[in-house]
């Protein structure tokens, strides 16, 4: 468990899976900025993610540096999220992360930036040679990319008009931190800024 002052981020749990099963359904507040471009999953698609999830937790069969973490309350330990990283090239140790968080009751709480500023913090003490972390998000994704900006990730790409949400154009936008700007900005660690 990584702990933080309002959540903990750690492993994903079976009795999680209820909770991943009923935020993961159409129709859900968070779809609306999180990739809203991308194909919707059908009830049975999230189904048998939710049964791929359950074996892998079961098996315990999961690296090293984990790929996602479920965001848990501090005080519940109840899951309302997760963070998460892929690989832009992982020929040159590239890597982007993401976050989201299922519940607007949530949203605009500092839970967005704790939770990422501690996944940040664990990807780079880590993994010691990854020089560099990504960001991706899109122009109608304000929320994001203000917490981006504050975690001090840099507007890096802006790719015009290449994303379309009910019908309309929007910018496609890359943000990276550079490890030795993440460590300038948080000297002491981020686990010392909240």
């Known amino acids: 468990m990584i702990e933080g002052s309002k959540i903990g ?21 968070w779809q609306e900025l999180d990739g809203p471009y991308y194909p919707k999953r059908t009830p049975a698609e999230v189904e048998a993610t939710v049964e791929n999830l359950k074996a892998r937790i079961e098996a315990d069969n999961w690296p090293p540096v ?26 040159t140790q590239w890597a982007a992360i993401g976050i989201v968080i299922y519940d607007p009751a949530h949203w605009r709480h500092g839970i967005g930036y704790e939770a990422l500023g501690l996944w940040t913090d664990y990807l780079f003490e880590q ?3 990854w020089v560099r972390l990504d960001l991706r998000t ?22 015009r008009k290449a994303r379309v949400v009910n019908g309309q154009y929007y910018d496609g936008l890359g943000y990276g931190v550079l490890r030795e700007e993440w460590q300038a900005h948080f000297r002491l660690g981020f686990r010392t800024t909240i």
Do not use: C
Not at 70 to 87: E, F, H, K, N, P
């Open 127 to 129: 993994q010691p040679d």
């Open 66 to 91: 984990p790929l996602r973490l479920v965001i848990a309350q501090a005080d519940s330990d109840r899951m309302i999220g997760l963070v998460s990283r892929y690989w832009i090239s992982e020929e």
């Open 138 to 159: 899109w122009s109608g994704n304000t929320g994001m990319m203000r917490l981006a900006e504050k975690l001090g990730y840099t507007l890096e790409a802006r790719f």
């Open 9 to 29: 981020l750690r492993k994903l749990h079976v009795d999680d899976l209820n909770v991943y099963r009923q935020w993961n359904q159409p129709g859900q507040a």
